[in-house]
C-alpha cells in the first residue's frame, strides 16, 4: 500500500548516468519511468525534479561568472527533464514540463494550479529550470516546490544509499543513519542538501526521505514506507 497522496522526487542526475558518470544510462531511466508508472498507476500524485550534475558542475569552475554558470545548470535540467519525460511517455506516462520562465514550445511555465491538475489527472509533472534565479541549487528548488505544491515527502534517490556521519567514501567506518532529525543535519554540517535547503526544510516542516537509487526496486519501496534508506524528520 503506498503511504503517502503526493510526493516530489527528486533524482541525481548523475545516478541517472549509471557508470557512465555523464549523459544518460537509458536502462536506468527506463527502470525508474517504470517504477512511477506502477506508482501513478495505483493512484500516487507525483511531481519530478532532477538534478543537472550529469551535464554540469559549474561551481567548481574558477573561469566562469557563478551568475552564467548556474544558468547553464538551469538548463541542464531542462535538458534532463525532456529526455526523462521521453522515457516516461515510452512506457506510458502521460508529462508535462514545467519551468519558471519562458523556454519555446518545449515547457510551460510553471503555475501551482496546472502542476496540481496535471498531477490529479494522472500525470507526471517535470519541474525543470530550478527557482528560475543564480545562487539557489537544485536542492533548493526541491524544497520550494514540494511546499508550494503541498507535498507529504520529499523522495530523494541518489547514488548513495542514505545519510552517513562522515563520508562513507573516505570513511570505511562510517555510520547510517535510519532515521535523522533535519535539524541534526544542519547543526552536524553533514551536506546533505545546501544550506538554504535544509532551512527550508525545517521553517516548512517538509521531511525527506534519502535512498539510493540503484536499489532494486527503490523508488516504490520507499513510496510505500519500506526504504532502507535514511528519513530526515521535522
Known sequence: MIKYNRVLLKLSGEALAGDKKTGFDEETCIGVAKQVKQLVDDGLQVSIVIGGGNFWRGRTSQTIDRTKADQIGMLATVMNCIYVSEIFRYVGISTEIYTPFQCGSMTKLFSKDSVTSCMKKGGVAFLAGGTGHPYFSTDTATVLRAVELDCDIILAARNIDGVYDSDPKQNPEAKKFDQIPMQKVLD??????????????????MPMLLFGL??????????KGKSNGTIITI
Open 188 to 205: 552536524d554540517k553533514l551536506g546533505i542538501i545546501d544550506l538554504s535547503a535544509t532551512v527550508l526544510c525545517i521553517e516548512n516542516r
Open 214 to 223: 540503484s536499489v532494486d526496486n527503490s523508488i516504490v519501496l520507499a513510496a
